[in-house]
């Protein structure tokens, strides 16, 4: 190694020779932080060249001073060497906290950036929303899909699919709708409808149908007159409905009557009940037990 004053590779990111090993990594962030939009903050004064030799002397200072053994053979070889004079005033290396809360989220946009070209990720893989892509299928996933789409196949009616907070339900249900031939048209509600009527109304839209009357009898009319519709086309409808421990007792009571809709042979409307167990226990109650019969498969 070739003899460099004992400030350089400090000075490069802006911190001094006894920076804790946290230190040098805030600082050497920070600098990621800068090089990702360098025109939104004042260049920093610490470092030379352009912008290309800038990341270059960073990155060298960080590999040196973040492995404890080449910072101390570094720190060994410069012994003797005059130390050169402490400016005034060292610029700090930017910091997404000097720039207020707004200028933070920015800075955590742009670190999320230099995250996925560190790893050679196109987009986060880590999101709040489910995202069926990243949606992994253990063994007992694959066997509970397979026998989902293979109950809708033989036209089971009313099947119930329970787990527990975090188990990735809406992510397999989502998983579910894609998995689905073309031979099937569906409606998908995810969140507890307040009455009967809501109820209808929310299934209609989903189908497509028209969903504004406040009368129960033509709401169900319209969604009969869709179902046969499909049925002569040779097509299957299912209701997948998520969250269903949400559901009040009336409104389970409800679908186990639109499960009623049906031929001399076959059901006109099969439907998919995803929940927590608390809907087992609401099942279990003694005024549900003509739903609970009609349930042909769970898992």
Not at 57 to 85: C, I, T
Not at 167 to 186: A, Q, V, Y
Request: some cysteine; hydrophobic content about 35%.
């Amino acid at each position: 190694m070739s003899t460099i004053k004992q400030t350089d590779h400090y000075k490069a990111l802006g911190i001094s020779p006894t920076a804790s090993p946290r230190e040098v990594k805030e600082s050497y962030l920070g600098w990621i932080r800068y090089f990702d939009h360098p025109e939104e903050r004042p260049k920093p004064g610490t470092l030379q060249g352009s912008l290309i030799e800038q990341i270059e002397q960073v990155q060298r200072a960080y590999d040196l001073l973040a492995d404890e053994g080449l910072r101390a053979q570094y720190n060994a070889q410069l012994k003797g060497v005059p130390e050169a004079p402490e400016p005034e005033s060292t610029p700090a290396p930017p910091s997404p906290r000097a720039y207020g809360d707004v200028e933070g989220m920015i800075a955590k946009r742009k670190q999320a950036r230099c995250y996925l070209k560190f790893f050679g990720l196109k987009e986060k893989p880590f999101e709040l929303i489910p995202d069926p892509n990243y949606f992994y299928l253990s063994s007992r996933h694959k066997e509970v899909l397979a026998q989902l789409i293979l109950a809708l196949q033989e036209n089971r009616g009313i099947v119930k699919i329970i787990g527990g907070v975090g188990t990735g339900k809406t992510t397999f249900c989502r998983n579910f709708l894609k998995e689905l031939n073309s031979g099937i048209d569906f409606a998908y509600l995810f969140h507890p409808c307040t009455g009967v009527v809501e109820l209808m109304q929310c299934i209609n839209a989903e189908f497509g149908l028209p969903s504004q009357s406040q009368n129960k009898n033509e709401l169900l009319h319209d969604l009969s007159q869709f179902l046969i519709e499909k049925k002569n086309e040779g097509r299957g409808v299912a209701l997948v409905v998520d969250e269903a421990q949400e559901l009040a007792p009336e409104m389970l009571e409800e679908l186990r009557i639109l499960s009623n809709l049906e031929t001399d042979t076959d059901k006109l409307l099969q439907i998919v009940l995803i929940g927590q167990p608390e809907l087992d226990k609401t099942l279990g109650r003694a005024p549900m037990r003509q739903l609970l019969q009609r349930i042909s498969a769970q898992w």
